[in-house]
């Protein structure tokens, strides 16, 4: 499901000196992209330091597509022949297959992958590469890179919250009339249905859906034609470039398009919160597979076993949802301080953009992954969760809502039932045996108390009980039909795919 880790399969790039001036690779004699201006070349500290090629290589794909929407666009404004055109787009078509294949060396003077692209495509195809820069900085240049990228990975982000959805509805329809403790406080409350456990978690993916779909939105903006920050003298069409490239729309402020990491922003926190919900989700699973509860047992190929204990099988994966919401968070918290009080327009600050969204984006889509095949593979332990649930403590509030019933205020039916259970505890006297000698109570209270009845008393809507469960069900079937299709139109807008 991973793809392969770009700095992993050419370890020259893991480390920025590797490609810095004097590291190895093709093209020594080649300048930067500004040697115009500049009596000398940069110092190797400067290129290390402020080199994001290690990096921003993964942008290569789009970058691609917005290079070859940008040239048909100086076509159109005359500026590149229909030869030029030709020779540009078969030359950003081998550019795309070199780099896939790990076949084209970096230049000790590729700053980027933006530069690294440009400079083969001119090697290639001539003055018409020589061209493609017209009209164009790195600055729209890299935000129209960057959202491309961005676009894709929402759309692979709610295709995996899908899936984790799908696991846990199709969990709780399994669940039956499953029931464990519910919980405040951590301490025993009030009986629920597994399923209704499970559609809790649901409906918070859902909700993530919603996010990712509503950032999706105000992402689908394309920045290119905004140049470094004013707009161009030359007859460009922004607006054909964004639909070339899929976009719904072009940018209205060009100084906004080349400064705006809204988007980023946005992504960082729809992740966040998926990695929040898969946190709690790893809490409860790292709790209920301790030998003292014994609510769930993990499938092999989902736990890990001790390098020095033979008997132990741990929740890695569940603690690791744990743990990696902290990393997620951070990356959120860290972009949105490298953004605050930036001033317009680009400013190399913005490079700092791109590994915090990889970062999340990859870990929050293994989670999800992890998560689901965790959850697909559980063994509900049920006998242990309703033998949990089944202590007549659990019916206490039963035991005043019948009170009420008959007529008495919540808080004195309250005040009865404490004493009765407080009683139990203090004399060891089984709570049966009290509540049929309460005069106010009696035997027929008694049968709230036998085993299982207590959670068929929660009959409201949205409850925790089988009738308002099998509803909730229903709409559950059709929410995650409806989310599967906003995943579905998320992918259909997306021009350039790579992760999945
Ligand atoms: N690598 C740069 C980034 O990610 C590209 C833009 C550089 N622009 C510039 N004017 N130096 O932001």
Redesign the pocket.
Do not use: F, G, P
């Given at each position: 499901m991973a793809e392969p880790d770009p700095l992993l399969s050419d370890p020259s790039l893991a480390d920025p000196a590797a490609v810095a001036p004097g590291g190895h690779g093709i093209g020594a004699t080649a300048a930067p992209l500004w040697h115009g201006r500049f009596a000398e070349g940069p110092a190797e500290e400067l290129w290390e330091y402020t080199l994001?090629l290690p990096f921003?290589q993964r942008l290569a794909p789009y970058d691609i597509a917005g290079c070859r929407a940008h040239a048909r666009g100086l076509a159109d404004a005359d500026i590149l022949t229909d030869d030029d055109v030709a020779a540009v787009i078969a030359a950003l078509d081998t550019v795309g297959a070199e780099l896939a294949g790990g076949l084209l060396e970096f230049a000790p003077t590729d700053e980027?992958i933006?530069t690294v692209i440009e400079r083969r495509v001119t090697e290639l195809a001539g003055a018409a590469g020589a061209r493609l820069h017209t009209g164009r900085s790195?600055?729209d240049q890299?935000a129209t890179a960057f959202r491309l990228f961005c676009k894709d990975a929402v759309a692979t982000l709610a295709e995996h919250v899908v899936e984790l959805q799908a696991v846990l509805l199709e969990q709780a329809a399994g669940a039956g009339t499953a029931y464990l403790p519910g919980y405040t406080h951590m301490q025993q409350a009030q009986p629920v249905l597994l399923a209704h456990h499970l559609l809790a978690h649901f409906w918070a993916f859902s909700r993530d859906l919603d996010r990712l779909a509503d950032a999706a939105r105000r992402l689908d903006v394309s920045p290119l034609g905004a140049g470094a920050l004013a707009g161009s003298s030359l007859p460009l069409d922004p607006a054909a470039t964004a639909q070339r490239l899929g976009f719904a729309g072009s940018f209205r402020n060009s100084l906004d398009a080349v400064s705006d990491r809204d988007f980023a922003a946005e992504i960082l926190f729809a992740a966040a919160l998926i990695g929040v919900h898969l946190s709690r989700i790893g809490e409860e699973i790292v709790i209920w597979s301790t030998e003292e509860f014994g609510f769930v047992r993990l499938a092999d190929a989902y736990s890990t076993g001790s390098s020095m204990l033979p008997q132990k099988k741990n929740p890695d994966i569940a603690e690791l949802a744990r743990g990696k919401a902290g990393r997620v968070i951070g990356n959120l918290t860290g972009l949105l301080a490298t953004i605050k009080a930036l001033p317009l327009a680009?400013n190399?600050d913005?490079?700092e953009d791109?590994e915090p969204v990889f970062d999340s984006v990859d870990q929050v889509r293994r989670g999800l992954g992890a998560v689901a095949g965790m959850l697909a593979t559980i063994e509900f332990r049920t006998d242990r969760m309703q033998a949990s649930a089944d202590s007549p403590y659990a019916a206490a509030t039963d035991l005043a809502e019948y009170l009420v019933r008959s007529g008495v205020p919540f808080r004195d039916a309250h005040a009865v039932v404490g004493s009765v259970v407080r009683r139990s505890i203090d004399n060891g006297v089984p709570l049966a045996d009290l509540v049929a000698a309460e005069p106010l109570l009696g035997d027929a209270a008694v049968g709230l108390l036998g085993s299982g009845v207590s959670v068929t008393q929660r009959t409201t809507p949205g409850g925790a009980g089988p009738d308002p469960v099998a509803e909730q069900l229903q709409s559950a079937r059709l929410q995650c039909d409806s989310d599967r299709s906003t995943a579905e139109r998320l992918r259909s807008t997306v021009s350039v795919s790579v992760l999945s």
């Open positions: 994001s921003d980027d933006h790195r600055n890299v680009y190399r913005l490079q791109k």
